[in-house]
């Protein structure tokens, strides 16, 4: 089991910057489970933004993130962030974090793939 609480999102102008945090608890060992972050625009589907691996070495970024958004993760803490660069209007979403407990090789870019998922929190970016 694993519990997850998004925080940190908020209003921005476009070109600003805004750092999400993620806190995991429960009996699941943090450090064990790769993390992703996903978000979903009004009358959008929910997408993949960033994924990391369970020890932090290795990360995965949907394209028009990348160079702007760093995925990252201190396992001491039980938390997970993003932090997003450059924002622009297109990113405004609600941002969900989300847990990928099987154990795999390679970071999983499907929302299907991840068994636990936070309550979300609203990033809007103004132009």
């Known amino acids: 089991q694993v519990q997850l609480v998004e925080s940190g999102g908020g209003l921005v102008q476009a070109g600003g910057s805004l750092r999400l945090s993620c806190a995991a608890s429960g009996r699941r060992t943090f450090g064990d489970v790769a993390m992703g972050w996903f978000r979903q625009a009004p009358g959008k589907e929910r997408e993949f933004v960033a994924a990391?691996?369970?020890?932090?070495?290795?990360?995965a970024y949907t394209d028009s993130v990348k160079g702007r958004f760093t995925i990252s993760r201190d396992n001491a803490a039980n938390t997970l962030y993003l932090e997003m660069n450059s924002l622009k209007p297109e990113d405004t979403a609600v941002y969900y974090c989300a847990a990928d407990t099987t154990l795999r090789a390679v970071l999983m870019r499907t929302g299907g793939a991840y068994d636990y998922w936070g309550q979300g929190t609203q990033v809007f970016v103004s132009s």
């Open positions: 990391i691996s369970r020890g932090g070495s290795s990360t």
